[in-house]
């Protein structure tokens, strides 16, 4: 029982936001040589805990020391002088900008940043690609690398593994216990309870902007520490077992489907088809070419061959209004690209509603009851409705849903839907998941969570290198095959 | 210390009820801006005085309105004072043929124009500001040739459009260009908050990618905001020409950055998705009260220019305080 002592303290901090209260009071203790996960629901207030350690908002009440001293951190700058190093939730470089111009705008060390970028293999990354031209799993590495470039006391990391591949996700853990041992504590964000189980050794449990758990990791089950986080002993199980009673499609017609799809070198030859009530899963480590199949499906890119059939006729989509003209829609891995940030959740919602221009001089009459019915299908919280951009960041990926909700579809392509997003509500979706199916979609869904895959689909694809290497029954599929199988080992 | 505490309390729920509702600021300043004028030049606080701002206010919250549309979208007009020239020209020109076909072709130049302008920015690409500032060139050149050869002839404008622009009802209290500008205000109002071209004017500006997955063709949204600023354009120009009853290359020029300023005063962001109609409406307004003050404080035209800019910046700062301390 002999802890290491506390390296950062924090005590009744309070933050609200206009009416919102984020914050009430928390209290949290952050020792030395740990990894503290922070956990709790979507609007719990954890990265608003963040934002005010890492010197973007001031709290309005509470105290914060490290190593003892008083530390109310008032900018960015002082945090950081004050030995705090963050990745926020959402990607915090200069889209317009490239990545090596955003290092000397927030005067990165280049040598240390090298360093680190290496050691997530990136070391070929060109440095002159205009940020918004990357993928997101690649600017959460360069965050973070941005972030260990300033050689921290303490890491604070929100949701840096939404975004991530499992084999990213495995090369950070090993990079973190390494940090740990140096003397570098992590605060870690994460909906995914396994991580926490695998690498963290204490957590800190969020509801409602107040503390209510600090839990030893060790010494507990995963069911305990679901059973801390949402207060009532709920049992997840039912609920996502719900999705796995699928009817079988066997018989069901083809919707969706494509044929020698090829582009570039990303993509070499992918066939598949999704029938009528079923859910497709796929599955790949980062980078196999899986972002450009989605492109691809969703009309943002054009292949180099191969066909696209829908209903079993060929279809040529030169942009996304044709394949959405199509029925075919996308959820994308990247909520941003969803997301109207300075207009309201209602209208966030109901802009699928008005695609064509005949629609223009009008609104659809019952547009605000189907808004409605999509909030209530996924809780959205809408305190902070009246701009998207104030949503918490598991609310936001559930606007980036919900907006196909209101205009309905008939081949949903979702990449990562579930990115933020908090077990409670994980259970919920995939629930819909399989009720979007029952209804008579056609789901395609990519995942990095490969847990995901026996509770929602009904098959999986694996790709390897730009092609699809290995087909499993889902229910059969454990991690372990689907990881075999990703890796090219079939 | 407690007064100074209670000061700043006042003052913070003065800025939260601002920002609540900014056109109820705007307003405030209008109104306080009218009142400073009356007290410089009591004849100010008249009937008269009322319907000659209102009379400068309405071509200008026309142009304003152009940029407005096109400033949600992200975009901006430069060439709009040049459409508005160019169709007086043209309306002047084919006067001959009656009002209605002078209107009608004065008309056509804004949505040629217009389309133009958004083929080069949705279809190709190009830097609004650019785009449109080329087009205010070309259109310079092109209709000072044309001057010259085939719109020679009458630079009068129809009797129609003199008294459109310059007469009034009710024994000339209520003038008819004001009456246009009030109709154009409810249309664009209702376009911009009840049509889903509004809508995805505003959605467009906020985030084109998220609008173009959603599947709109967002580049239809923009030509018809770049056809429809045109088309506004026309109507202001066509109103300018018949107040000067003649019309001349520099016509509209003097109301390029007023156009923005009004916008930008009025709350819409020059980088989209934030704004609307009302407050460019006051903006305008504002505008035209601030132009009536400096001409009756009677001093030269160089302290009244840099009386107006120093206003105009004072106002679009303060807006900005207001919009980002949320
Ligand atoms: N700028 C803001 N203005 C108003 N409300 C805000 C603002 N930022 C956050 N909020 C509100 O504060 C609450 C807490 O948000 P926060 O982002 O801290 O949640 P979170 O725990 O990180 O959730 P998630 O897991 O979804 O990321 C939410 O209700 C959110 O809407
Ligand atoms: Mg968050």
């Not at chain 1, 079988?248 to 969706?256: C, I, K, L, R």
């Not at chain 1, 993509?267 to 790949?284: I, K, M, Y």
């Not at chain 2, 030509?223 to 600023?229: D, P």
Request: charged share 15%.
């Amino acid at each position: 029982m002999n802890r290491p002592s506390p390296l950062l303290t924090i005590s009744g901090v309070a933050k609200a936001y206009g009416s919102v209260v984020a914050l009430a009071a928390v209290d949290m203790t952050v020792r030395r040589h740990e990894i503290h996960a922070l956990l709790g629901a979507n609007g719990a207030g954890k990265s608003t805990l963040v934002r005010i350690l890492a010197g973007v908002h001031p709290a309005d009440r509470g105290t914060l020391e490290v190593e003892g001293k008083t530390a109310n951190f008032r900018t960015p700058v002082e945090a950081m002088r004050g030995g705090m190093a963050t990745v926020f939730q959402d990607p915090a470089l200069i889209r317009d900008l490239t990545i090596a111009q955003n290092l000397r705008l927030s005067r990165t060390d280049p040598a240390t940043f090298e360093q680190w970028l290496e050691e997530f293999d990136l070391g070929s990354l060109d440095r002159d690609r205009m940020v918004r031209d990357l993928p997101l799993d690649i600017l959460r590495l360069v965050d973070l690398a941005r972030a260990l470039a300033l050689n921290p006391k303490i890491l604070l990391l929100d949701e840096i593994t939404a975004a991530l591949t499992a084999d990213q996700a495995e090369k950070l853990f090993e990079l973190l216990d390494r940090l740990k041992t140096e003397g570098c504590s992590v605060v870690l964000i994460t909906h995914r309870l396994a991580e926490v189980m695998r690498i963290c050794d204490t957590a800190t449990i969020l509801r409602d902007g107040c503390n209510v758990a600090e839990l030893e990791v060790g010494g507990i089950t995963q069911q305990e520490l679901v059973h801390a986080m949402l207060g009532s002993p709920v049992d997840l199980a039912p609920d996502t077992q719900a999705g796995t009673t699928a009817p079988t499609t066997a018989g069901a017609e083809t919707v969706f489907a494509v044929e020698e799809l090829a582009s570039g070198e990303a993509v070499r030859q992918v066939s598949f088809a999704v029938r009528r009530g079923e859910v497709l899963g796929l599955v790949a480590l980062e980078g196999q070419g899986q972002e450009r199949v989605f492109d691809i499906l969703c009309g943002e890119r054009r292949p180099s061959a191969g066909r696209i059939l829908v209903d079993g006729s060929p279809c040529r989509f030169l942009s996304p209004a044709d394949a959405v003209r199509q029925g075919v829609v996308l959820i994308p891995g990247d909520r941003l690209q969803a997301l109207l940030p300075s207009l309201p959740v209602y209208q966030n919602l109901v802009v699928t509603l008005i695609t064509r221009i005949r629609q223009w001089l009008g609104l659809p009459a019952d547009e605000r009851a189907r808004a409605a019915n999509a909030i209530d299908s996924l809780s959205i919280d809408t305190r902070a409705a009246a701009r998207v951009r104030r949503l918490s960041g598991g609310n936001q990926q559930k606007v980036a849903i919900g907006r196909w909700l209101v205009s309905g579809f008939r081949t949903l392509l979702c990449f990562d839907p579930t990115r933020g997003i908090d077990i409670q509500t994980k259970g919920e979706i995939y629930a819909l998941l399989r009720k979007l199916a029952a209804d008579g979609a056609a789901v395609l869904l990519y995942t990095s969570e490969l847990a995901e895959i026996p509770l929602v689909c009904d098959r999986v694809l694996v790709m390897h290198n730009g092609l699809i290497v290995d087909e499993q029954a889902a229910a059969q599929a454990t991690e372990a095959s689907l990881l075999t199988a990703a890796h090219g080992l079939v | 210390m407690v007064d100074s505490a209670a000061a700043t309390t006042v003052r913070a729920r003065l800025a939260a009820k601002a920002r609540a509702n900014p056109s109820v600021a705007l307003g405030g300043v209008c109104l306080l801006l009218v009142l400073v004028t009356g007290f410089i030049e009591p004849e100010y606080l008249s009937l008269n005085g009322a319907r000659s701002s209102l009379l400068q206010a309405a071509p200008l919250g026309i142009l304003a309105g152009a940029q407005t549309i096109l400033m949600l979208t992200g975009g901006i007009d430069l060439s709009v004072t040049m459409i508005a020239t160019g169709s007086a020209y043209v309306a002047a020109s084919q006067s001959s043929h009656g009002a209605a076909v002078a209107i009608l072709m004065g008309v056509a130049v804004g949505l040629v124009v217009g389309a133009a302008n958004g083929i080069g920015v949705a279809v190709f690409r190009v830097n609004p500001l650019i785009m449109t500032l080329a087009m205010s060139g070309i259109m310079l050149g092109t209709f000072t040739a044309w001057t010259q050869t085939i719109l020679r002839g009458s630079t009068q404008v129809a009797p129609f459009i003199k008294e459109l622009a310059a007469g009034s009802f009710l024994g000339n209290r209520l003038p008819y260009s004001v009456v246009l500008w009030a109709v154009i205000s409810l249309i664009l109002i209702w376009l911009l908050r009840r049509t889903g071209w509004g809508r995805l004017l505003y959605a467009v500006g906020d985030n084109e990618t998220a609008v173009r997955l959603a599947g709109v063709r967002t580049w239809q949204v923009r030509i018809a905001a770049y056809i429809a600023a045109g088309i506004l354009g026309s109507i202001a120009g066509i109103l300018l020409a018949g107040r000067t009853g003649a019309v001349d290359l520099q016509l509209a020029n003097a109301f390029l950055l007023p156009s923005v300023a009004a916008a930008v005063i009025g709350g819409t962001s020059i980088f989209g998705g934030v704004g609307g109609y009302t407050g460019t409406i006051l903006g305008a307004l504002i505008l035209s009260v601030l132009t009536s003050m400096l001409t009756f404080l009677n001093v030269g035209q160089d302290i009244q220019q840099l009386v107006y800019g120093t206003i105009v910046l004072a106002l679009a700062w303060g807006y900005a305080g207001l919009a980002n301390r949320e």
